[in-house]
Structure formats: structure tokens, C-alpha cells
């Protein structure tokens, strides 16, 4: 049976238990962006449209020109309302000031609402689907006043599929991407080899990747865009060695090593490995999720790296939107991908962890020339600043450890080169993991799941564990406290 969520073959199993898409209330925009309070709104005339899509935008109120511009691809079953309410897109929008696209497609293009990423007449270079989105971005481009030199594209499960398509297709347009769940740029060229690219390695070289990206736009040599890649370790719906394929298809069009520059672990069991270009910017970045099956990273929450809300294929683990916005650049600094050319102040040297507690760690580090204030990272979301040069964060869970950055930001707000990490780790006793075996039934009742709709889900990961019932049984893995995760390959896994 094929199973997935990224549009080819057969509806199986899987997906009758998905629950429909809400029905798009917003009216409908020809010329001017929408108000703040009016949400998502559609916005029509956008070009010929070749691919049947829909376009539907959000712009906070009062937004100045001259802004970036996301484009944002819901997966299979989704609308574009559904991404609008959980991805936390807007939310961002919201904060650092700009301009979302959501694309929809429909049923009458895929039974299932799938982006067509798996077809040559749809996915490629002037043609259907693609065409469709460079239409929205130039529409959107003349309504909103956004900087062409800053548009982004990001995507779920099929719409990531399509993202990595647009990105091969249009690097002239795309400043950088996002692909969560997603699959490498021409992975498959017709519907029958969809779920070969989903579910196994097609056992290419890097070269042979980076090909495939080349041969999109003929005759275009860069600059390429820069691209995220966001995967859970569990998902068994797009295969994990997709990131791996597409990590292997992005590092070799921009020229540089499969090997990571860097690597840094992030909240909610998450792995950042960097891949540097030539002037030791992040060209490639890959965000490994332990434990995760297939959706969206997501972190609902008021804390400056939450975003998102947690459903269906939004997966309560850590806001994919928010790292990948700052590997863009949509805060503000320079980012890894925003395309800025500005003189970015050095690292501060000498990070150093001067001492712990239960609940605090204490920083301190060498003065950078120029530096007004410094930023401090934990995990590589922003916990703070400092106007000198040392830091305690506070609200630290005890023995638990914790990886630090410091940026200078020079007297035009601009964030520095990040400095290499160190690790504080609080005293106090250490969170032992534990596993659990047992029915559905059971896990639930026990508090360490719950159910919707009939099905158990995972505390804390939200992953989809089967029918609620005593016949189906899994192993639960308590990483952290109230933190559960599949481990039906071993509790040491």
C-alpha cells in the first residue's frame, strides 16, 4: 500500500483519518493588502494561472515597503487557512514585519489537495503549478511593495516537494527556502515514481543531485538560494534519507562539502547541522528532529522561540518557522540568506561558562571594538543581552545542559558573527529516560498520551500512535519530564 502524504498513488489507510481542511472565510483582495484585523485574505487577477491555484495573503497592518515576502505551501489534505493558523507564519509576520503568500491548490488538481511536485508539466520552470507561484510573487511584489531581493519559499510534505522545485526553478526569484518533510528538487518526474522517492534512496551522487537542481534553470550560475531542511527521525511517511539526499543535492550547487561546518543542538530533540559557503556563511542548514514522525516542527507558546499551533501534521516539538526565519534574516540581523552584503562585527572571543546553579548559568566573554550591546543564544534562539560582556540566563531545569552563543551588534542594530558554543550544564540531579510498553488504551490512561478522534497520540511529540484501543501497542520513551517518544525499536534508541 502506498502510504504518504506528499500526493502520488492511492489514498490509503492514513489518510481517511485525516480530518478536512477548514473552509476559507476571507473576502477577497484585488488591489489593496488586507487590514491586520482581517486575516487571510484572497487575493484574485494574480496572472494567467496555469496551475489552478488559489492565492491567499497575509500583511500585518501598517507594513512599510520595501519588506521581505514568504511564500508559504500547505501539504496534502491542508488548506491554505490551516497553514495560515498553524505553521506560525503570521505570528512572525506580525513581529518582524512582513508580507505571506499561502498558495492553495484543491482536489480537482490532486484527490488528495496535493502540490503536484512529482509532475514535469506542473513542477517545473514556466509551466502549471510553478508558474502559478511566480505569478502570486509577482502580484504580490506590486501590492505590497516587497523587496524582490528578499523573497522566501517554504513548504510541508508535498508543498515541500513544490518549494524544492521552485527553489531549482526559480533562483532568480528565491532569495532562500524551507523544506519540511519534504524531498530533494525533480526527485520524480511522473506520479508512478512518487512514492519510490518517499519511501527509499535513489542512490545518487551529490553531483547528480545538484544536476538535477543546474538543469532546472539552464544557464543560471548563482547565486543560489539558501536553503533549510527540517526532518523528523521517525517520520515513515517521507523517508529521513530525503534530508540527507536533499542536504547532498544543495551543498553540491553551492560548491562545498557534505561534511558539516558546524553542528548544534537545538529544543525538542533537535540537531542543526551547518553547511558554510566559501566566505563562512551558512549556505545549507539541516534540522534533524529525534523522534519525530511526519508534520511540522511547531512550539506553541508566548516565549520569544515559540510559534505555531500543534494538530494534524503541526507537531508540538520546536517552531521550524522561527530558526528558519532567522537563517533568512526576516529579524532583522543579516542572517544566513538574506543576501545582505554589510560588514558583520567579528565574534566575541573567550566564551566562557563561570559558573551554574540548579536554575542559572553565567557567561562571560572578551569586548568586541565597535560592539554597543551583545545578544546571547541558548540553543540558538535569543535569551537575552547584555551592554557588557557578561550574562546569566536564568529558569534553567537542573542537570540539564545547555549550549551558549554571544553576537556583538554594532551601533546600527546589526548582529554580528555568532561565537563558537560552549555548554553550561546545571547542577542537580539529571532526567533518566524511561520506556513504558503497552496497549493505546493504557498509555492514555496512564497520562503518558492521549486521544483525538479515535487515535493516541504521544505527550508531548504529538506523534499519531494508531487507534486508541487495547490492541494496539507501542513502546513510549520519556526523554525528558512529560516529553514521551516512539522507541518500539528500543528503549537505548
Known amino acids: 500500500m502506498t502510504r504518504h502524504h506528499g500526493g ?3 489514498i490509503g489507510r492514513w489518510a481517511k483519518a485525516l480530518v478536512a481542511g477548514a473552509v476559507l472565510a476571507a473576502g477577497v483582495l484585488t488591489g489593496a493588502p488586507p487590514a491586520s484585523a482581517a486575516g487571510l485574505g484572497q487575493v484574485t487577477g494574480f496572472g494567467t494561472n496555469p496551475g489552478n491555484l488559489a492565492m491567499y495573503s497575509y500583511v500585518p497592518g501598517g507594513l512599510a515597503t520595501g519588506k521581505p515576502l514568504v511564500v508559504a505551501l ?17 505570528q ?11 498558495p492553495q491548490t484543491n482536489s480537482t488538481n ?8 512529482f509532475d514535469s508539466g506542473k513542477d517545473t520552470r514556466g509551466k502549471g503549478e510553478a508558474l502559478s507561484v511566480k505569478q ?13 531581493s528578499r523573497v522566501y519559499v517554504t513548504g510541508l510534505s508535498a508543498g515541500a516537494g513544490m518549494a524544492a522545485d521552485l527553489l531549482a526553478d526559480y533562483p532568480d526569484v528565491f532569495a532562500g527556502g524551507s523544506i519540511a518533510a519534504g524531498l530533494p528538487a525533480q526527485c520524480a518526474t511522473t506520479q508512478a515514481a512518487a512514492s519510490g522517492c518517499q519511501n527509499s534512496s535513489q542512490n545518487l551522487t551529490p553531483a547528480q543531485w545538484g544536476d538535477k537542481v543546474r538543469a532546472s534553470a539552464p544557464g543560471w550560475t548563482g547565486p543560489w538560494p539558501r536553503v533549510a531542511i527540517w526532518h523528523g527521525s521517525s517520520d515513515t511517511t517521507v523517508a ?25 543542538s537545538l529544543p525538542g530533540g533537535t540537531t542543526l547541522s551547518v553547511y558554510n559557503d566559501g566566505a563562512g556563511r551558512p549556505a545549507v542548514q539541516l534540522y534533524s528532529v529525534s523522534g519525530m514522525g511526519h508534520g511540522l516542527p511547531v512550539s ?13 501534521y503541526f507537531l508540538n516539538t520546536i517552531c521550524s518557522s522561527y530558526y528558519t526565519g532567522l537563517f533568512w534574516g526576516l529579524d532583522g540581523s543579516t542572517g544566513g540568506g538574506d543576501g545582505g552584503g554589510s560588514t558583520k562585527l567579528p565574534a566575541p572571543g573567550g566564551l566562557a561558562v563561570t559558573g551554574t546553579t540548579d536554575s542559572t548559568a553565567s557567561l562571560s566573554w572578551s569586548a568586541v571594538a565597535g560592539a554597543v550591546s551583545y545578544t546571547v543564544y541558548r540553543g540558538g534562539a535569543q535569551v537575552g543581552t547584555a551592554a557588557g560582556t557578561t550574562y546569566t540566563d536564568t529558569g534553567l531545569s537542573a542537570g540539564t545542559g545547555y549550549a551558549y552563543t554571544v553576537a556583538a551588534v554594532d551601533a546600527n542594530g546589526a548582529v554580528g558573527t555568532a561565537s563558537p558554543a560552549v555548554t553550561a550544564t546545571t547542577t542537580g540531579s539529571v532526567f533518566t529516560p524511561r520506556c513504558w510498553t503497552d496497549n493505546n488504551y493504557n498509555q492514555v490512561a496512564a497520562g503518558r498520551a492521549h486521544q483525538s478522534g479515535g487515535y493516541a497520540y504521544a505527550n508531548g511529540s504529538e506523534q499519531n500512535m494508531g487507534l486508541w484501543n487495547l490492541f494496539v501497542t507501542h513502546t513510549l520513551k520519556e526523554t525528558s519530564a512529560g516529553y514521551y517518544v516512539l522507541a518500539d525499536s528500543g528503549c537505548g534508541a
Do not use: I
Not at 512572525?92 to 499561502?102: E, M, P
Open 8 to 10: 502520488a498513488g492511492r
Open 74 to 90: 500547505h501539504g496534502c489534505t491542508q488548506t491554505a487557512t490551516d497553514y495560515y493558523n498553524n505553521s506560525g507564519w503570521a
Open 92 to 102: 512572525l509576520a506580525d513581529r518582524w514585519g512582513f508580507a505571506v503568500v499561502f
Open 110 to 117: 490532486n484527490l488528495l489537495s496535493c502540490f503536484s511536485w
Open 136 to 148: 502570486m510573487v509577482d502580484k504580490a511584489v506590486a501590492l505590497y511593495g516587497s523587496d524582490p
Open 240 to 264: 529521513p534519507v530525503n534530508a540527507t539526499e536533499l542536504r547532498d543535492q544543495w551543498t553540491n550547487v553551492w560548491g562545498v562539502p557534505q561534511t558539516a561546518s558546524a553542528t548544534q
Open 300 to 312: 506553541p507558546g508566548s516565549g520569544t522561540a515559540n510559534c505555531g499551533q500543534s494538530g494534524a
